[in-house]
Every structure is written in C-alpha cells, then in structure tokens.
C-alpha cells in the first residue's frame, strides 16, 4: 500500500471523477459518427426569430446571411425591435417592403418586472406563423448557409427541441481564447449530457423548439421575472414535461457570436449565465457541480500541496496524468466542434477558467444584482 498523505488520495478521486465524465460523456460525444445528411424533403416551414435592441450594424451583417439560407420548405424572419433607440426601425422596416418573409414585432416598452428579453421573445414567437422556431441573437451570424436545413433535421428524430452549439469568433488575445475554451467546455457539458439523455440547458443563440412546447410550459411564466432563463429554464421546463430533446453540432449547423472584449463585459456576461444555474433540477445541479467541483478542487488541492515537499512526487505524478487526459480530451472536443484552441495553452486555460469560475460563484453568492439591457 502506497503512503500519501490524505490530501493526496483527495487530489487522487478528483482526477478520477474527471476521468468518468470525460470517458462516460466528453469522448464517446466527440468521437460519435458524423450526423446525417439532412433529407430536405422531409422539412417543414420554420421561424426564425431574433430579438434586437439597438443592434444596426449586427443586424446589417446578420439578415443576408439569414435570407440566402438554403431551405426549400420556407422560412420567415420575425425580427422584434425591442425599444431601439438607433436606426434599426428604419431598417428593419425597409427589409420587409423587399422581402415578404420578413416581419416586424415593435416594443415601445416592457411591462414592469418582467424580463425584457423573455418579453420580446414571447411576442416574436406570438407573431410567428410557423409551428417550428428557430432562435438566434442579433450579435450571431450563421456559420453557413445549411444551418437552418441542419438545425431542423433534429426535429425528424422525431424531437421537440433542438440544441445547437454557438461558437465565438477567434480573435487574438488571452481573453479570447479563454472566452473560447469556457464556451467549449459549456458545450461539452450540455451537448454530451443531453446526447446521453440527461440534457438541462441550451443556448438561445443556436437553439430550436415548437410552439406546442411554448405552449405546454406556458412559454417564461416559471422565471417570467428573471434576466436570465431563456434558453437553460426554457429546457429545464420543457424536460419536465417530458419533450424530447436532441442535438445538432455539426459544424455547418453552428452559429458565431461576438466574443467580449473585456475581461469586465464578459464578468457581467457570465454572472448572467450563471445566475439561472439556481433553478436547475438537483440532479442536473449535481451532475453540473460534481464535474465544476473536482476541477477546481484539484486546483486548489494542488496549490496547497505546493507547500508539502514531501507530496511533490504524487503530486508531480497526478498532475501529469490530469494534464494529458484535460488536453486530449479538450482537443479532441474542440475538432469535433470546429473551434480549435491550442493544445499546448489548455492547461493554462484550465487553470485560469476554473479560478475564475469560483470568483464568479462567489460574486454571485455576496452580490444578486444584475443588469441588463
């Protein structure tokens, strides 16, 4: 029997728990065979909604790129204005004098204590004509033109919503590429959990259902009041009325966001992402924050064990071990997705992401207060 000290056997079960999440749910979802070719035959009409506040140069440079959608079945564009103070009225307004498959939702105001982003949504989805939805944000572009053909093939498993996966733009700089790895690591967790039949969260910049399953949750009621919600309490209501949930993450079905540009904009981003995490079910709290848990446990395991020379050796061992299973299961994720990061700065970025994770938790827990648009 090997004699280590407590705290090492510690660092040791962490490891281990990220060795059952990365071979139960991360390698076998990444390595799965490739989705088949949508059957446009078998399409239906779609639509695509997006909720806008002062959003011009994001909606000059979103709407061409949502009309040459290949998508033989058709599709309307419901854009919903939500109290724009700049030019996007205007130009929303000119689009639908040209295209007949854009319409128009305006929002002068949001009833008081309610969430303005669940009330544009839920008056967009009031003026869709089509049973199935599609939902991206203004700041989203499609990856390709097949992204509404491939996002509505998940309906044909048969299923009643769709998780896509929403990928940031590479740009240079630390920040980024730690936007990036915290967005694959959240994709990871809800695309993997999800194709194992436990799915709990989806992204409202890549994420389709029907109006049957709005209607049956009684669309934000259960979290009306809350900023955030819209896509992870969406599905957390929907899987407890028992809708079928699917995935699509094929490249050519992803969507490209904007990354924040500062590390302030992105705190405030995901204390807003984060804040909904209260209402999920135990079980996907526990899932969820068993994975969290162990990984920044092992990080501050090894910290302390910085200062114990005699454990260095284990832990020099476990360290080397953890490193290799991290990086080759993130890269093999991140190829998979298409939304390659350098493997030799994943370590780096795991120590970072996760430190940083416990601050926001801790943020969370001192001060409730959150913003929005």
């Not at 070719?37 to 790129?65: K, M, Y």
């Not at 694959?184 to 029907?210: C, D, H, I």
């Amino acid at each position: 029997m090997l004699s280590f000290s407590p705290t090492v056997w510690l660092l040791l079960v962490t490891v281990l728990v990220q060795l059952v999440y990365a071979a139960y749910y991360f390698l076998p979802f990444a390595n799965r065979p490739p989705e088949p070719e949508p059957d446009a035959t078998q399409a239906q009409p779609v639509s695509i909604i997006v909720c806008a506040h002062n959003e011009l140069d994001n909606l000059r440079r979103l709407l061409p790129l949502l009309l040459k959608q290949y998508y033989p079945a058709g599709f309307e564009v419901v854009l919903v204005d939500d109290r724009s103070t700049d030019d996007s009225f205007l130009y929303i307004q000119q689009l639908t004098q040209y295209y007949a498959t854009v319409r128009l939702v305006t929002i002068a105001s949001t009833p008081k204590g309610l969430a303005p982003k669940k009330y544009a949504l839920t008056l967009g989805i009031k003026a869709a004509q089509h049973a199935r939805l599609l939902f991206t944000d203004a700041d989203c572009i499609p990856a390709t033109n097949q992204w509404l053909l491939s996002m509505q093939a998940g309906f044909q498993h048969p299923a009643d919503v769709v998780l896509g996966y929403s990928a940031y733009r590479p740009e240079p700089g630390f920040l980024n590429k730690l936007i990036r790895f915290e967005t694959l690591l959240t994709g990871a967790q809800y695309l993997s959990f999800a194709w194992r039949g436990k799915p709990y969260m989806g992204v409202g910049r890549n994420l389709a259902y029907t109006q049957d399953v709005f209607r049956s949750t009684r669309g934000f009621a259960s979290h009306i009041r809350s900023l955030s919600g819209d896509d992870d309490l969406f599905v957390q209501d929907a899987v407890a009325q028992g809708k079928r949930v699917t995935v699509v993450a094929e490249p050519v079905a992803h969507t490209l966001s904007e990354p924040a540009r500062t590390w302030t904009s992105w705190w405030r981003q995901k204390r807003r992402h984060m804040s909904a995490g209260r209402s999920y079910r135990v079980a996907d709290r526990w899932r969820i924050g068993t994975f969290i848990g162990s990984n920044v446990l092992f990080h501050s395991i090894s910290l302390t064990l910085l200062f114990f020379p005699s454990d260095w050796i284990p832990l020099a061992g476990l360290w080397a071990l953890r490193t290799a299973l991290v990086s080759g299961t993130y890269l093999r994720l991140s190829r998979r997705l298409d939304d390659s990061l350098p493997g030799a700065l994943l370590p780096i970025l795991d120590l970072v992401y996760f430190f940083y994770y416990l601050a926001l938790g801790v943020s969370l827990f001192l001060y409730r207060n959150l913003r929005w648009k």
